[in-house]
T-cell receptor, first 115, second 112 residues
Framework: AQSVTQPDIHITVSEGASLELRCNYS??????LFWYVQSPGQGLQLLLK??????LVQGIKGFEAEFKRSQSSFNLRKPSVHWSDAAEYFC?????????????FGAGTRLFVKA | NAGVMQNPRHLVRRRGQEARLRCSPM?????VYWYRQLPEEGLKFMVY????????ESGMPKERFSAEFPKEGPSILRIQQVVRGDSAAYFC??????????FGPGTRLLVL
């Protein structure tokens, strides 16, 4: 069965510092991988996705993520965090099967940015 | 192209009443997904629909919950005889090709 683990419930970084949010997944084949961001009271916005090809994926707002099959990971990174990046981040894994496409979300990592 | 629209954004119901949540997908999207988010948790899949068809409802409770996506009009998630445990944020997502989902702003349901 598919599963997604985000080991860090919350992370605090200083503005301007680098950021890495961890995501590990469990899935038998090559999965579809996503990172979403959710601001308070809002819906989810897609940051980036990986389906195949280059394992380093560029997204919006300066984010990138790297798919590492050997580690079953898809960590999200940003070289310099801005105060507006404070939000909740969700990693998700998707699979396509006879019942259609199903997406499983991690529990999320809340990012706090300090001045 | 307008994004996914959900209404109402906030809904208050008393125990035993019905809650009806609406989702208008993005233009050209024929796949609709409903998710529930409890406080401090991630999104849990409820149901996946295409026009006039329920494709996968494995995440939806067997009783009191139903969903539809008619040929015309928005997708509807209906919760009958609501209980306090139904209080949550309900998100709809639409997709043109199944894989990439675009989320609406959600409906926050509060059951008193």
């Amino acid at each position: 069965a598919q599963s997604v683990t985000q080991p860090d419930i919350h992370i605090t970084v200083s503005e301007g510092a680098s950021l890495e949010l961890r995501c590990n997944y469990s899935y038998g084949a090559t999965p579809y991988l996503f990172w979403y961001v959710q601001s308070p009271g809002q819906g989810l916005q897609l940051l980036l996705k990986y389906f195949s090809g280059d394992t380093l994926v560029q997204g919006i707002k300066g984010f990138e993520a790297e798919f590492k099959r050997s580690q079953s990971s898809f960590n999200l990174r940003k070289p310099s965090v801005h105060w507006s990046d404070a939000a909740e981040y969700f990693c998700a894994v998707g699979s396509l099967n006879t019942g259609g496409f199903k997406t499983i979300f991690g529990a999320g990592t809340r990012l706090f940015v300090k001045a | 192209n307008a994004g996914v629209m959900q209404n109402p954004r906030h809904l208050v119901r008393r125990r035993g009443q019905e809650a009806r949540l609406r989702c208008s997908p993005m233009k050209g999207h024929s796949h609709v997904y409903w998710y529930r988010q409890l406080p401090e948790e991630g999104l849990k899949f409820m149901v996946y629909l295409q026009k006039e068809n329920i494709i996968d409802e494995s995440g939806m409770p067997k009783e009191r919950f139903s969903a539809e996506f008619p040929k015309e009009g928005p997708s509807i998630l209906r919760i009958q005889q609501v209980v306090r445990g139904d209080s949550a944020a309900y998100f709809c997502a639409s997709s043109p090709t199944e894989e990439t989902q675009y989320f609406g702003p959600g409906t926050r349901l509060l059951v008193l």
